[in-house]
């Protein structure tokens, strides 16, 4: 299991990048001079692109599978079970 310190921490992420993206939306519409400034003086922790994705169910950061929002491990134990469905085993 993850530490709780680190799903708040993406918790918190995934917050701030939401809150950057529209304040990038309202200045690109309204000052296209200062989008540039803005991005140069923008905290690179709000890039969309260092957000990591994580299991929704275990907090695992490796091993994930976007279809289902969770790692391997347990999309294996789901589809084993029957939970998922369109899943087969194989």
Do not use: H
């Not at 921490?9 to 803005?38: A, D, G, M």
């Not at 969770?70 to 085993?89: D, P, Q």
């Amino acid at each position: 299991m993850t530490k709780k310190s680190k799903i708040f921490k993406t918790k918190l992420w995934n917050s701030r990048i939401k809150n950057s993206s529209k304040n990038r939306e309202i200045l690109s519409e309204k000052f296209n001079e200062l989008k540039c400034i803005f991005f140069l003086q923008a905290n690179r922790s709000k890039s969309i692109t260092r957000r990591k994705n994580r299991c929704a169910i275990t907090g695992r950061p490796r091993g994930y599978m976007r279809d289902f929002n969770m790692s391997r491990n347990c999309v294996r134990e789901f589809a084993a079970l029957g939970w998922l469905s369109g899943v087969k085993k194989v």
